[in-house]
């Protein structure tokens, strides 16, 4: 092809729209580590699963033009190399390395003449990823009521952090169960102790009717973290099956649960797993007296050890707040304690804030109403099981203790659900 390109439309994102006589979208979203494209067309890269290198045309004339766009928003995970193939980019010959590693991103390049070669017309991020609705209301379910007791017993709160009175469970009483919001809108339980490690998970609709037992897949465990990330899935992390483990088990946005990932990280359980920024999480705290903090990107990708600030302790809980942040409080040290870390929208954890509330551990924390967190129930030590509730604010101001509702228990799981108030 040559001459100039007319009559096409510039999006908002910084790609070209098709238009007759103008460039050809390829429909066939490239997924391979290696593609050679042709001048006219514009192509969706996604690289998800691996880093891609993009071969210019050998040969070009002055006008030729070719797009690509970040297809699943990836690039910054595995990058984009461009090859000029043999022609200068940017007047600098194909000996140089191009790569486009932002998130987000979209390039436009025209071929000029052999000095420059090929120019960037536009190279643009955008900055602005499609945000999901929030979950407005919550439910605690399962947990531990006695030295060896376990229930199953669920209580839902409303859009304005009420916690309603005990409703009967659904599926096998476990406690050391995890939970994570799904699918925009629903939630799921999974994973637990009974007298024994258990990989059973139980699906929670956006009314928060929990459903009953499904076999589990992946390593059985307790103590793992859970969180949601991307748009609408979650992954599990970390345990304790016989030994800590730091095995890894993606869900769906249909709730379903994959086989184990090799797992990233130290190895510990009783750990929080809490989403930050737009589509992002992190693992964080736990068994060892672990001050390591691991982040989630955006699909599923956990990634090795980052040394935190912050009291290490164990079995703390976590919720979202601000829309984009995400606190860390209560838990233990050998002794409970109510301090608190805030995690900024980028998934930096901050130093140690005094606590508000009584202090406990094996506690449970969830978002509700939008951008508000809440953490409740727990126990003060041993057997000392509370069903305290305390609120926090959209700006990450915890408030004093609420008198709980609910049957008082411990190692319990949360899960937001519904985006109607």
Do not use: H
């Not at 595995?78 to 980019?89: H, K, M, P, Q």
């Not at 301090?339 to 969830?366: Q, W």
């Amino acid at each position: 092809m040559s001459g100039i390109i007319v009559n096409n439309v510039a999006r908002a994102s910084g790609t070209i729209a098709a238009t007759p006589g103008g460039l050809d979208w390829s429909t066939a979203v490239v997924t391979a580590s290696t593609v050679t494209v042709e001048a006219g067309r514009g192509y969706f890269i996604n690289t998800t699963s691996n880093a891609c290198t993009v071969t210019l045309p050998s040969s070009a004339e002055a006008g030729d033009q070719i797009v690509i766009a970040d297809y699943a928003r990836t690039w910054s995970t595995n990058a984009v190399t461009l090859d000029s193939n043999g022609l200068n980019f940017q007047g600098q010959a194909d000996t140089y390395t191009v790569d486009y590693d932002t998130v987000g991103q979209s390039l436009n390049i025209v071929y000029s003449d052999s000095t420059k070669g090929w120019l960037p017309v536009s190279d643009d991020a955008v900055a602005d990823v499609p945000l999901a609705p929030p979950t407005q209301k919550a439910a605690f379910a399962y947990g531990q009521v006695g030295s060896s007791s376990n229930t199953s017993v669920k209580n839902l709160m409303n859009s304005s952090g009420v916690i309603a009175s005990d409703v009967t469970g659904v599926g096998t009483a476990r406690r050391m169960i995890s939970g994570a919001t799904y699918g925009l809108d629903k939630g799921i339980f999974a994973f637990g102790y009974t007298s024994s490690n258990v990989s059973l998970k139980n699906l929670m609709n956006s009314s928060g009717v929990i459903a009953a037992d499904v076999s589990g897949v992946g390593t059985a465990r307790r103590g793992t973290g859970s969180t949601g990330y991307g748009v609408d899935t979650a992954i599990y992390a970390f345990g304790l099956a016989g030994a800590d483990t730091n095995v890894s088990n993606l869900v769906n946005s249909s709730g379903v649960v994959a086989s184990d990932t090799t797992g990233v990280g130290t190895s510990r359980a009783e750990l929080i797993g809490v989403r930050y920024g737009t589509d992002t999480a992190l693992f964080s705290f736990g068994t060892i007296a672990s001050t390591k903090t691991n982040l989630v990107s955006n699909s599923g990708v956990v990634a090795s050890d980052t040394t935190q600030v912050g009291t290490a302790r164990t079995a703390p809980g976590a919720a979202t707040y601000g829309g984009d942040k995400a606190a860390v409080a209560y838990g233990t040290t050998g002794s409970v304690t109510a301090v608190k870390n805030l995690i900024s929208n980028v998934g930096v954890v901050g130093s140690d804030v005094t606590g508000v509330g009584t202090a406990r551990n094996s506690i449970a924390g969830v978002g509700y109403g939008g951008d508000k967190g809440a953490f409740a129930y727990g126990t003060t030590g041993g057997t000392n099981y509370v069903s305290l509730k305390n609120l926090m604010s959209n700006s990450g101001v915890i408030a004093s203790d609420v008198t709980g509702v609910g049957t008082a228990r411990a190692t319990l799981a949360s899960a937001g659900y519904s985006i109607t108030a």
